[in-house]
T-cell receptor
C-alpha cells in the first residue's frame, strides 16, 4: 500500500448505529487530518492530529469521536449520526513543522446516514 | 475570518480551449496558496503551490497559476484542456499562523466537452 488509504470506501448506517472510519498513511508523516466534504459546501476541517496529539477541533459535534493511536493511523468513530452527516469523509496527512507543507489525501469514505 | 472564494462553481469548456479558474483569498500579511484537483471517486491531489518567490507557479498536467498580491488572487490556467481534465478543482490557503490548517474554497467543476 502506498500513500493514504481509507476504509471502508462506502458506508451506509442507521441513526442508531455505531461505526468507525479508518485511515492509514504510508508516507512517514507526523500529522493527520479529518475533513468533511458535503455537496455544495467547502471542505470542512474536522480534526487535526500532530504527533498523535489533537491540536484542532473545529466545534465538531460529539457524535464524531477521533482517535489517533499512532502517527500512521487515524480513526473516526461515529455514533447516533443524523442524515445531514451524510458526506464524503476525507483523511489527509502531512509532514508537520511549518506552514506550506503539502497535504496528501486519501480517496475518502462515502457515508450515508439513513 | 480568513476565507477563499472560487467565483465559478462550474466552468464548461471545449477540448483544446484555454481555461482559467478563478480564486481570491482574504488579504493577509503572509499566505501560502494551493490548487488541488479531485477526480471522481478520488481524494484531492496537489496541482501546484505558491510559497514565495516567482509569482508564476507551474504545476503538474500543464497547469499554472499566478499569485497576484494586489488583487489577492491566485487564478489557475491551462492553455489547452483535455477531456481528462474534467474534475473538481479546489483553491486553498494556509494563512501561515495556522500551520498546516488549510482554508478551502467551494470548488470549481471543470467540464471539458469534446
Amino acid at each position: 500500500e502506498t500513500g493514504v488509504t481509507q476504509t471502508p470506501r462506502h458506508l451506509v448506517m442507521g441513526m442508531t448505529n455505531k461505526k468507525s472510519l479508518k485511515c492509514e498513511q504510508h508516507l512517514g508523516h507526523n500529522a493527520m487530518y479529518w475533513y468533511k466534504q458535503s455537496a455544495k459546501k467547502p471542505l470542512e476541517l474536522m480534526f487535526v492530529y500532530s504527533l498523535e496529539e489533537r491540536v484542532e477541533n473545529n466545534s465538531v459535534p460529539s457524535r464524531f469521536s477521533p482517535e489517533c493511536p499512532n502517527s500512521s493511523h487515524l480513526f473516526l468513530h461515529l455514533h447516533t449520526l443524523q442524515p445531514e452527516d451524510s458526506a464524503l469523509y476525507l483523511c489527509a496527512s502531512s509532514q508537520d513543522g511549518g506552514a506550506g507543507n503539502e497535504q496528501f489525501f486519501g480517496p475518502g469514505t462515502r457515508l450515508t446516514v439513513l | 475570518a480568513q476565507s477563499v472564494t472560487q467565483l465559478d462553481s462550474q466552468v464548461p469548456v471545449f477540448e483544446e480551449a484555454p481555461v482559467e479558474l478563478r480564486c481570491n483569498y482574504s488579504s493577509s500579511v503572509s499566505v501560502y496558496l494551493f490548487w488541488y484537483v479531485q477526480y471522481p471517486n478520488q481524494g484531492l491531489q496537489l496541482l501546484l503551490k505558491y510559497l514565495s518567490g516567482s509569482t508564476l507557479v507551474k504545476g503538474i498536467n500543464g497547469f499554472e497559476a499566478e499569485f497576484n498580491k494586489s488583487q489577492t488572487s491566485f487564478h489557475l490556467r491551462k492553455p489547452s484542456v483535455h477531456i481528462s481534465d474534467t474534475a473538481e478543482y479546489f483553491c486553498a490557503a494556509d494563512y501561515n499562523n495556522a500551520g498546516n490548517m488549510l482554508t478551502f474554497g467551494g470548488g470549481t467543476r471543470l467540464m471539458v466537452k469534446p
